[in-house]
């Protein structure tokens, strides 16, 4: 049973966002994951956070504990995506090199591919990127949504309601 811990102290990001004091995934796969950040998270008026370095850290940090086989097979998988770009652009330019509008029409492409092994590629990469952009605590608190306390008003609520039936 996981249990709710209290928030962390002001400004101070949970272990998965630290930078690990060894990279996992080099340099320039990280390089390509801050491009691919940028086109996945979601931007709207309400979260105008800028996390994409704390986002990199956590898919580092996540892929490390992966089984051997995703582990070796996920940075093959980026470096897939970067240059299959030179291939759908027509012209020898790699992801990271393609202008913004570029970027999200490419990564279009592989959502809505005919090909499974593309589309579950970057859904499984988006799940990852995603599940920790929306535990990001300054996107938490643009979005008003403060766990510990939930958790501690429903446990509140259901005490009541079962202290008033006994």
Known sequence: MTTATAAPRAGALPEDYRQ???????????RILQA?????????ERIQVDCVDDLVNFVDNFVRYLPPMLRMGFPIGIWLFQ??????????????????????????NWVYSKLWWKRDMLK?????ML???????????SLNYDPVSHVEAVKARRLASYAEEI
Do not use: C
């Not at 690990?20 to 990280?30: D, I, K, V």
């Not at 691919?36 to 709207?44: D, G």
């Not at 790699?94 to 990564?107: H, N």
């Open 83 to 108: 240059f299959l770009a030179v291939v759908w652009s027509g012209r020898p330019v790699p992801y990271t090199w393609l202008s913004a509008e570029r970027k999200d029409r490419y990564m279009r």
């Open 20 to 30: 690990p004091e060894e990279y996992f995934l080099g340099r320039g796969t990280r």
């Open 131 to 141: 599940m920790g952009f929306y535990q990001h605590p300054e996107v938490m608190k």
């Open 36 to 44: 691919m950040a940028e086109v996945i998270l979601p931007r709207n």
């Open 124 to 128: 499984g990469l988006k799940g990852v």
